[in-house]
Nanobody
Framework: QVQLVESGGGLVQPGGSLRLSCAAS????????MGWYRQAPGKQRELVAA???????NYADSVKGRFTISRDNAKNTVYLQMNSLKPEDTHVYYC??????????????WGQGTQVTVSS
């Protein structure tokens, strides 16, 4: 099993910044793609940003140039640096990790979600 613990959400004014972190633990042999998704009430979860094991990244058009995803493989952690935040960035943010477990299974795990609220 792979467990994810997210941190870093909160309330911030428009134009401000937040940094989300997601640490993976458990029966991990190696981590593949790590990503961040977000979801507003009554809406589908959407991809915000993802980073592969070799460092390739992709972003939703709505966050390009403002958000940066990175990972620290030694710490099994993925980060999302969010700058120039807008009210429409208000969502619950979820971390997702695809990993190869020590048991030889490819697993997909989700974090518990962290609320980001952008408001004056």
């Amino acid at each position: 099993q792979v467990q994810l613990v997210e941190s870093g959400g909160g309330l911030v004014q428009p134009g401000g910044s937040l940094r989300l972190s997601c640490a993976a633990s458990g029966s991990i042999f190696s981590l593949y793609t790590m990503g961040w998704y977000r979801q507003a009430p009554g809406k589908q979860r959407e991809l915000v940003a993802a980073i592969t094991s070799d460092g390739s990244t992709n972003y939703a058009d709505s966050v390009k140039g403002r958000f940066t995803i990175s990972r620290d493989n030694a710490k099994n952690t993925v980060y999302l640096q969010m700058n120039s935040l807008k009210p429409e960035d208000t969502h619950v943010y979820y971390c997702n990790v695809r990993a190869l477990s020590r048991g030889g299974l490819i697993v997909s795990a989700w974090g518990q979600g962290t609320q980001v609220t952008v408001s004056s």
